[in-house]
């Protein structure tokens, strides 16, 4: 995945100014920021659920903006805050995506039967998405992403609000997927897991890329938690002032 | 060390204070806002007026006769007002949400004061207020001073009664719907009720037409006696030497608030740990099909235009707000021929069957904005604007279709021309394509986003009155589109069919032509449109 000068105003706010970015193929790479950094919006442009201002997304040779098709058919994506068809059920939901792929419906069943059962969501279980608790909506979500064996996955905060043992196991399938040599990009901003996880990291603040590179390059020898208050600034301890409490 | 602060002693005005300052809160820098208040302002003006002048004309004519079957009348459908148009068409005046104040040291009977209070400084109140003055003016025409003050004292009380009813049955309304199923229920059954006030009023004009005046003079008494009519004729009580009937009214109405004061307070307490836990969803049953055999319907292609019709189709269904629009069509197209029959004039009949046609594709004017951001995932998997909307429209008509053919047959049986079936049909058709053809490229166009609320209440309240302009333009471009067709089959009847048939289907396949390649280009700025902010 490349990104070229990208730029995103809303309103009068700019909320992307000029990031460019070259992730290698086959690396895991660990988009970080703080709230509000322009993590989602820059993402949203790579995989083209958003027109930049200026600038240009590459994915594995095409051009979300000009070969659309093709660029989309290589990547999946787990869009953040972005409702699923979620009055369908889960099976219902890994169906549709990969019918709408163009995958035969026999490889479809095949392979929603085999991510059901493996994310624990149930190949029989009619429960409307809708219904479904945060971190089964994460896992319904990353099963429809993977479903027809993307080269690229993009993920926009696949951690967050996720139970230890889905984050295990999530990792544990991300992991695989990338020795299997495919690409992981994925926003967070659990420093922990990036860490653990990432061979390549970028740490974006206020629509900046400020720091990008490989994991060790971009830690040196310190945690990555001191990188990231250096690099972003912020307070991160209280003076005297709440002596109240 | 915390402190332990003692529990302070809070009057109402600090919510009266607090309410106001929302509101203008929500108007600053909203042009929009603004003049939606303004013309809610001019409404209720009117309505005082208006109001104010029907309940003073009996006290200015010396006809107290006339007030003796108004007054609890006009009151008892002022009360019922309270409860049912917040439900059915505003939304409920959610300013001071009770969930809020959960965390706050308050007791439950100052917050009950307080929202009560609160309740009352809001232009619905006053405007009750000032119509229902008009019966203290007719009251002292009558029956001097103390019929007026007992007059005041009974459109007062009246006033508190309407507060307390509209929010004690609001607030268990809320408690009822926490889960999921029963708000999607709820929806639809407003719906129904909704739509059924059309065909309700027409019946209740009919038998008003019939009604002998002695059996309304004795209902109109007895209503009188209940809390709906009670505070109603306090001052004509007086001004007809029925004094002695105040207190014992009095009493009756106050029984009433403090019944529903206590209700309310019930209530209030589970509304304020509503938002707090969730609904949890039922484990359903399983289903031992594939995946793919559980998303397609039996007859569905198996490729992306079968995948995106059969998820529109349970879309229709599965989701409250598209179910509503489609229960109110039912209605729509049911009742309209069949009230319009029974009030006489066939003729007209007919016509209003034409009109259900063009009001068919008016669901579709914001078909995005139902589904909200999911429709990123059709963008994300590249889907072609041409499919994306032959697959809805196909969805639609499938719902649709076989309803306009219903009410062709209903409205050839109802004016005893069976023949004409067929040509109704054919023009039903016709105003239906021509419908979508104006629609589809509106709804690439014009979408916006819906309150992504759970609420039953967002029905209509959300999205504004202009943007459901275009679709507004939409059904009378429908109707204006379908003449050619309705002038065509007053010549030739049996033309209707065929010709109907080939008009909607080529408006159709032009506007679809038209949405899809203007979808094409504008596919991000269509999901930025719907996205909820």
């Known amino acids: 995945m490349s990104l070229r000068g990208l730029v995103k105003h809303f309103d009068t706010r700019l909320a992307v100014s000029g990031v460019s970015l070259e992730v290698p193929a086959g690396s895991f790479f660990g988009l970080l920021g703080p709230n509000g950094a322009g993590k989602t919006t820059t993402l949203s442009m790579a995989v083209g659920l958003l027109r930049p201002d200026a600038g240009q997304a590459v994915l594995l040779g095409y051009d979300v903006w000009h070969s659309p098709a093709e660029a989309k058919a290589l990547v999946g994506v787990l869009p953040d805050g972005v409702r699923m068809f979620d009055r369908l059920s889960g099976p219902e939901l890994l169906a549709y995506h990969g019918l709408l792929r163009g995958m035969p419906a026999d490889v479809v069943d095949q392979r929603s039967r085999d991510l059901l059962d493996v994310l624990e969501l149930g190949s029989g279980n ?120 | ?111 009950i004061a307080g929202m009560g209070v609160a309740a009352l400084a809001g232009l619905p109140a006053l405007a009750t207020f000032a119509a ?126 403090g019944g529903l004061l206590w209700w309310w307070s019930r209530t209030l307490e589970q509304a304020m740990v509503g938002t707090a836990g969730g609904s949890r969803g039922r484990t359903g049953t399983t289903d031992a099909r594939g995946p793919v055999d559980q998303l397609l319907f039996r007859w569905s292609p198996r490729s992306r235009f079968g995948a995106l019709t059969a998820r529109e189709v349970r879309y229709w269904w599965r989701e409250t ?62 889907v072609p604007g041409r499919l994306e909307v032959h697959s809805r429209a196909a969805a639609h008509a499938l719902f649709t279709v076989p309803l306009l053919l219903l009410v062709a047959v209903v409205t050839g049986l109802l004016t005893d021309r069976p023949g004409d079936m067929a040509t109704q049909f054919g023009t039903l058709l016709a105003t239906y394509g021509a419908g979508l053809a104006l629609v589809l490229p509106i709804s690439v166009r014009a979408a916006y986003a819906l309150p992504d609320t759970t609420g039953p209440f967002s029905l209509s309240s959300g999205g504004g009155f202009s943007k459901t302009l275009p679709g507004l333009a939409a059904l009378f471009g429908a109707l204006i589109a379908g003449v050619p067709v309705l002038v065509l089959t007053s010549f030739w009847p049996w033309l209707g069919l065929p010709a109907g048939l080939v008009y909607g289907a080529g408006a159709y396949l032009l506007g679809a032509h038209l949405a899809g390649t203007m979808l094409d280009r504008r596919m991000p700025e269509l999901l930025a449109a719907v996205t909820p902010r």
């Not at chain 1, 990555?224 to 002596?243: I, K, N, P, Y």
């Not at chain 2, 008892?76 to 409920?92: D, E, K, R, T």
């Not at chain 2, 004039?345 to 995005?368: E, K, M, R, W, Y």
């Open chain 1, 126 to 245: 009619r429960t409307l998405v809708v219904d479904y608790s945060a971190g089964m909506k994460k896992k319904i979500g990353l099963a429809c992403a993977l479903l027809h064996a993307p080269r690229l996955l993009v993920l926009d905060e696949p951690f967050e609000a996720v139970d230890p043992v889905s984050a295990a196991l999530i990792r544990d399938i991300l992991q695989r997927y990338v020795s299997g040599g495919g690409t992981v990009v994925f926003s967070s901003h659990v420093l922990e897991v990036v860490e653990r996880l990432c061979s390549h990291v970028a740490i974006m603040s206020d629509g900046v890329l400020r720091l990008c590179g490989p994991l060790a390059e971009v830690r040196g020898e310190r945690p990555l938690q001191d990188v990231f208050v250096q690099v972003v600034g912020g307070r991160v301890a209280t003076g005297s002032e709440l002596a109240w409490l």
């Open chain 2, 132 to 257: 229902t003055l008009g019966m203290v003016t007719s009251a002292a025409q009558l029956g001097g001073p103390a019929a007026a003050l007992a007059g005041l004292a009974g459109v007062v009380l009246g006033l508190v009664f309407c507060v307390a009813l509209s929010r004690a049955v609001i607030s268990a309304f809320a408690t009822a719907l926490r889960s999921r199923r029963a708000r999607d229920l709820a929806t639809i059954m407003l719906a129904v009720v909704a739509a059924s006030i059309g065909p309700l009023e027409l019946t209740l004009l009919g038998v008003l037409n019939r009604a002998d005046w002695d059996s309304v003079e004795v209902i109109a008494r007895v209503t009188g006696w209940t809390p709906l009519g009670a505070p109603y004729t306090l001052g004509l009580d007086v001004a007809a030497g029925r004094a002695w009937a105040v207190p014992l009214k009095v009493l009756i109405v106050l029984a009433a608030v």
């Open chain 2, 1 to 111: 060390m915390a402190l332990t602060p003692e529990p302070v002693r809070v009057g109402v005005w600090p919510f009266v204070r607090l309410k106001l300052r929302i509101t203008g809160n929500g108007l600053r820098g909203r042009p929009a806002r603004i003049v939606m208040f303004v013309l809610g302002l001019i409404a209720a003006g009117l309505f005082a007026v208006l109001g104010h002048t029907i309940f003073a004309v009996p006290g200015l004519l010396d006809r107290p006769e006339v007030g003796e079957i108004l007054f609890p009348f006009g009151g008892a459908v002022l009360i019922l007002g309270w409860v049912f148009l917040p439900l059915l068409f505003f939304g409920v005046d959610n300013t001071l949400d009770p969930a809020q104040f959960a965390l706050l040291p308050l007791r439950r009977r100052t917050l």
């Open chain 2, 321 to 382: 707000r598209r179910r509503a629009a489609l229960v109110t069509l039912g209605m729509a197209g049911i009742f309209l021929p069949i009230s319009t029959a029974f009030a006489g004039g066939d003729g007209s009949a007919t016509g209003l069957a034409f009109v259900v046609g063009a009001i068919a594709p008016i669901a579709l004017a914001n078909q995005f904005g139902y589904e909200g951001s999911a429709y990123a995932t059709n963008l994300a998997t590249g």
